[in-house]
Every structure is written in C-alpha cells, then in structure tokens.
C-alpha cells in the first residue's frame, strides 16, 4: 500500500471553513461489520471506525464540526473504508468490548482481517485526525500489528528494544493489565543496574506501570528517593498505581491483592493531597462489601472528624495546591490542553477539587452510614458529614438526599423536607434526567 502524505500546513485553510454539506466530509459505509471486513480485503484498505455513545459530547461535537469538513472527509473517503459503532446499542456492545475501548469517542484502524492497527481516542482536531492518516498506514505497511508481537513474543523475548516497543502496542491499545504487566516484567528482567538508574528508563517503568504485584512496583517503592530527585509527580503517579490494584482488588473481591494493596499503600513516601481519603474511601468499600460494616465505623470518626473540623484556611490553601498539581502536566508542556474537552471550563472545575473530593468523601461515608446502622449517635454523626459534605459543594445535588434522608433518620422531618427540595431544584437547573428527579420527588412525597 502505498503511503499517503498529509501536509497539513496545505490544509490549514479548509480547517477554518464551516461544512457546506454533509457529502463534502466522511462518508460512512451502511450495512454489517462482516461486510465491511470483506470490503476492506477486497480493496486492500484500512477500515475507520468512530467508536461514539449517544451521550457523550464529544461525540457530538465530531460528528457535527470535524467529520463534515471537506479537508477531511477526501482524505478519509480516499484511504479508508469509514464505519460507525455505536457502543451502548446491539452488536456495538461487545465490539467495544473485544477492542477495549472504554473512553468516547474511540477511533480505531482496523485491517480486514479484524486486526487493530492504529487507535486514537477523545476529541480529536482536524489536524490530529489527519495526523493520524499516516500512522495507520504506516503502522500497516510495515506490518506492525499487535498479532505480529504477540507471535513474535516467544522468539524475542530477550530483545530490549522489541519488549519496549511491544509494551507501547500494548498500552496505546489498552490491553488488559495483566497481559501489560507481563511484558513489562520481561523488559525489566533484562535490564543492568546502570539501566536501572537511568532517569530516562526508570521514568518509562514508572509511567508504565499499572499494578503493584510486579518485579517493577518492588524496585521502584524501595527506590523512592531516587525517583524523587528527577520526576516532580512521583507519588502522584506511584499512589495511582497503589489505588489502581486497591479498586480492582474491592471490584473483583481479591482478598490477597486487596492486602497487598493496602500494605504497599503505607509504604509511599509523601503522597499526595487526595491519597489518604481514596485509599480511605476504598477500603471502606472493601469492609462493606465483606459485610464488616463494624470496621467501618470504627475507623471512619478518625479521619472525618479531623476533615469536619478543618478550617476554610486549610481547605482554600490545599485547593490551590491540588490545582497546581492538575494544571502542572500542562504548564510543563507534558500535555496538550488543546486536546481536553472544554479546558477552560475543565481548569475552573480544578480550582477546587480538593474541597470537592472532601466533600465526596464524606456524603459517600455518610451514605453508608445511612444504609448500614440504626445507631442513633452514628447517624447523627453522619449527619454531620452529610450538612459538611453540601457546604464544601453546595452545587452538587447528589448530595442533598443523602443529608435528606439522615435528617429523617434523626428526627428531623422539616430539614429532610428543605434538603430533599434543594436536591430537586439542583437537579432541574443541572438537567438531570427525567427518571432522578422523579425518584426525588417520589422521596419528597414519602417524608
């Protein structure tokens, strides 16, 4: 196949043009996958698909700003055989499923024999996305598919620099972590000491990680004062690999890696601002879901009634500390904020996610209250929480009929009446869905 060129300095100007018409843009092939698989190997072409979802915005915003724009709807018609998947209807679910996608929209560059070339995600611009033209191609001249490694996996399992490159397959194509790991553990294996402490190699290891059972988590939790000295994010991105096993351990009901998980999560030097309350909030889920309620509250008054008392100086000042945090990959350049959703809107929402996270955490601990204890002195104490929790996020109608119901649970019928109108409200000027604010106001008509 011969390689197409995109010079997109050429392009720029039909980039500003609004679409004329939808036939200017993409043009996407109607009819089954498995025809357009047999039309793909007849022509010899890549097959595009649009992986969307009804609800998500970006989505939206593709279809109706780029996929129409002539620029690129000539290049696409030309060089691939365009198809659309909805993910949340018939077969679209277990498409999905098989090509791991779990972030919409998802565009994928699938050969016709069913293989995965090349894949993108998120809204993507029309310079991006035409970008992207080259990659796949190139990625299928070269034969370069994820099969290609994994039939070569056995033979090469001593080659460095072919165990990086296929760990980079994986992890662009976001296979199962287990299948990560097990290639990344390989690539370790071969490296030297030397290797090992340079700080190009060991901030691949690092970024690549994914879980704590792992020859590389071992190295690197008790090599923490070196990783300080050259990656500023490093109990950042070490604590989302701690709370990264901790969630799979309460959602798959692993009691080993759950106590793995919680051992290593001691163990991290420095973390950061949110870690204490997920790892918190995690292993609560943990003792609910093993019916050990009591644990829960036992342990949860130590650290909520430390957050309940802590003052507005603290919560504004660690606010400003976790939006520096979130905005760091961008002011670095390590990211492109071109490329989030909405980013100013996204950078508001940061400057107080600490205070919101707080808040989260406490309805969510408060909720659980609610649903597991009788006690009166606990639920009044969840109360507590309930009113703290909508002070520090007073926007967020989830809230309110956590607080609602616990002021019924007290005693308090005229303050459940208020919140539980105060949730409807919130909900109707937010646009909830038609279903949540009739369950409100079901809850309404019962206190």
Known sequence: MTKVKIITCCLFFFFTLPALAQEDGIRFFEGRWKEVLAEAKKSGKLIFVDVYTNW?????????EIFPLK???????????????????????SFAEKYFVNRYPTYLYINGDGFLVYKITGFTSPQRLLASV???LHKQEVKETLTAYQEAFESRKTDKAFLRQY??????????????????????????????KDPVIATYLLN?????????????ISHQPFYNTFFKQFPQTLG???VNSLAKAVETKNDPLFWEALSASKKLENPALLYPYTVFLLTNQYYVRNRQEKRVFERSPVLLDRVYLMKE?????NDRRQFEELMYPYVSGEKDSLQVWDFPRQKEIWRTSYSRYLARVLSITAD????????????KKACLWAERAVELDEHNYLYYPVLSRLYAKTGMKREAIIAMQSAITLAQEQGASPLRIMVYKRILQDL
């Open 167 to 196: 760990v980079n397959w994986l992890c662009m194509y976001k296979m199962p972590e287990d299948t990560i790991s097990h290639v990344l553990d390989e690539y370790f294996s071969q490296l030297k000491p030397a290797e090992l």
């Open 71 to 93: 620029a690129v709807g000539d290049t696409y018609n030309a060089n691939f055989i365009n198809y659309q998947v909805n993910a949340e209807k018939g077969p679209g679910f």
């Open 368 to 379: 659980m209250y609610l649903q597991h204890t009788r006690n009166k002195t606990d639920l």
């Open 134 to 136: 080259d990659s796949a």
């Open 208 to 220: 690549i990680l994914t879980t704590i059972r792992s020859p590389v988590f071992d190295h690197i």
């Open 313 to 317: 100086e603290e919560i504004a000042h």
């Open 240 to 242: 989302y690999v701690i």
């Open 56 to 64: 998500s915005i970006p989505s939206q915003k593709m279809a109706a």
